[in-house]
């Protein structure tokens, strides 16, 4: 039997109090729940003070380039099909500097589970706006206060029919777990956007703003609808939904690829006689 | 305003930029160079300029192209994995003949390694990182003094050959504390003829790197080249100290020459006749400079915090003339002068 003790990594490097902590806590409770072993698991990442997480775990894990967790969590399931394959990182490293590989990961449906940790901040880097932060964010490099719209990744993976699109937030161990688990079991490219405090360097939205303001979407609430979706994904301020706003069945990647019907590239041998026939026409 | 300022080498550089007539910053956030983007984001406000933080390192290096087609005087900056990135948009401003400043501020590399100070990124700077055959002035600043003499020095040259110029500096450059001097006030920045900005009553000006037709690429490759050959006999910069009487020639740039300059003080005090040759000009490299003092020397000894990549560019110069030995540490390792005084002492009791 997998234990939470299994996924157990390094000793973490993450300011006391940050919503990472949360993150990583429900990451594991939702694997050892799924019944899932580390071998079975690959964890990949960019680089920011979210895309440490891979170190803090025990599985398979890649610590790649800032902004490209996409491209390379896309070439290990491709190659290996087997692999229950989870990106990890922060807003910036993929709403900012991947921002393209989030569009095209969407329409290429892979089959992963994107986590992520929306601070909606720069945290490693001291605290910079990001792609995230709200209008009017003040630092030290936005003086003046932030004067470009905030990103709305849900509302943007909603009208890429991305299929599962998602928010939690994490300061509910529980619920975010939950949809850890409903994303990884879902087949096609799930979004889990997670709000998170960054206690350091946004002093707006605390565990307190974020407490006053988040509520679950309703039972009845039905996510095969998109229209209504995308009413939820606007919904942003006083009231903060959390919860699978949107899911879509259709076919993943691999499943429309030939090559990739005979099972995993990495289980495939090569064998030179099948190309003979092929060959001698040539001749 | 002529007084000595207490400053970072990073904020130095920015206020060299602003002074130089630097109205259009675009970067994204990296260690250990965020400095310039905080002080640009506040300079630019108080002197209406722009500063843009981008998505990403393509978008800021594009956003520097757009605006130096456009005839402004216009900078990035970052550090190794970023510099990376805007390599595409260094070799298309080269190729489309556009003046901008580029600033790398060293660290620990390859990949994302980590955000000490190192040089290693010699080679990437001075042979082109990007593709084609093209060349950036490289210039090495050495003190807090010099990150905001050489940007404003950049700027003028950028204008000057229509090309795009880089700073390589690193971390310890980029986070020590001197007082500088500023120049007084922005210079005419020469009007730019060339610049896209509408074309009532002329021709409509062109900007691009796109040569398709037989032999004209090659055409205006050899129109570049004519240029990079008028900076190779015009931008060499370099500056000697106890070199004249030297029998032991140390070569070292940045801030491996200031480091080294202790060392020479150290020798000379031990009566060792050591001197020290600091190139400022990384391309164009002075090799006659070398070539000219090396006549009395007896041996060469080049420090980087490197495996030796300026060291190449020594050994050009130097040929079989003269032995050359070196000291190097890696990944973010920063030699101490006592380091590199043990090390030459070793080589100076094995040679007698
Ligand atoms: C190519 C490149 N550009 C910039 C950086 C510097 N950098 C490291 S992490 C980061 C962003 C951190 O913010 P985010 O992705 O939101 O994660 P957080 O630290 O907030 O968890 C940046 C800009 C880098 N490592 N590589």
Partial sequence: MVTIDDYQGQVTAWCPGCGDFGILQALKKALVDLKLEPHQVLIVSGIGQASKLPHYMKCNTFNGLHGRILPVATGAKIANQELVVIGVGGDGDNYGEGGNHFLHTIRRNIDITLLVHNNRVYGLTKGQASPTSDPGFISKVQPQGVISSSFNALSLAISLHASFVSRSWSGDIDHLSWLIKEAVQHKGFSLIDILQPCITFNKKNTYRWYKERIYKLAEEYDPANRLAAFKKAEEWGDKIPIGIFYREKKPTFADQLFGLKKGPLFRQRLDPSQVMPLLETLS | ?352
């Fill in chain 2, 1 to 352: 305003m002529n007084k000595r300022i207490l400053m970072s080498g990073n904020e130095a550089l920015a206020e060299g930029a602003i002074r130089a007539g630097c109205r259009y910053y675009f970067g994204y956030p990296i260690t250990p160079q965020s400095e310039i983007a905080a002080y640009m984001a506040r300079r630019m406000r108080e002197v209406e300029g722009i500063f843009l933080q981008a998505e990403s390192e393509l978008a800021a290096i594009n956003m520097v192209y757009g605006a130096a087609s456009a005839g402004a005087r216009t900078m990035t900056s970052s550090s190794g994995p970023g510099i990376s990135l805007k390599q595409e948009g260094i070799s298309y401003l080269a190729g489309a003949e556009l003046p901008a400043v580029v600033v790398n501020v060293m660290r620990g590399g390859p990949g994302l390694g980590n955000i000490a100070p190192s040089q290693s990124d010699y080679f990437q700077a001075t042979r082109g990182g990007g593709h084609g055959d093209y060349h950036l002035v490289v210039l090495a600043p050495s003190s807090v003094q010099e990150m905001a003499d050489l940007t404003y020095l950049a700027f003028d040259l950028a204008d000057k050959y229509r090309n795009p110029m880089m700073i390589l500096a690193d971390a310890i450059l980029g986070q020590m504390m001197e007082g500088v001097k500023f120049k007084n006030g922005v210079k005419d920045i020469p009007g730019k003829k060339w610049a896209i900005g509408g074309a009532r009553g002329r021709d409509a000006n062109i900007i691009r790197s796109l040569y398709l037709q037989e032999g004209v690429l090659e055409e205006h490759n050899r129109h570049l080249q004519e240029k990079y050959a008028r900076m190779r006999s015009q931008e060499v910069r370099y500056e000697s100290f106890a070199a004249k009487d030297a029998d032991l020639l140390i070569i070292a740039y940045g801030s491996m020459a200031r480091l080294s300059m202790e060392v020479v003080n150290k020798l000379r005090e031990k009566g060792v006749k050591a001197g020290l040759l600091r190139p400022i000009s990384l391309w164009p490299f002075p090799y006659t400079a070398i070539k000219r003092l090396i006549s009395g020397v007896k041996f060469i000894f080049v420090v980087e915090m490197s495996e030796g990549q300026m060291l190449e560019d020594v050994k050009l110069a130097v040929g079989s003339q003269v032995p050359v030995y070196f000291y190097g540490r890696l990944g973010g390792g920063v030699p101490t002068p006592l380091e590199i005084m043990e090390k030459i002492e070793s080589l100076l009791k094995n040679r007698i």
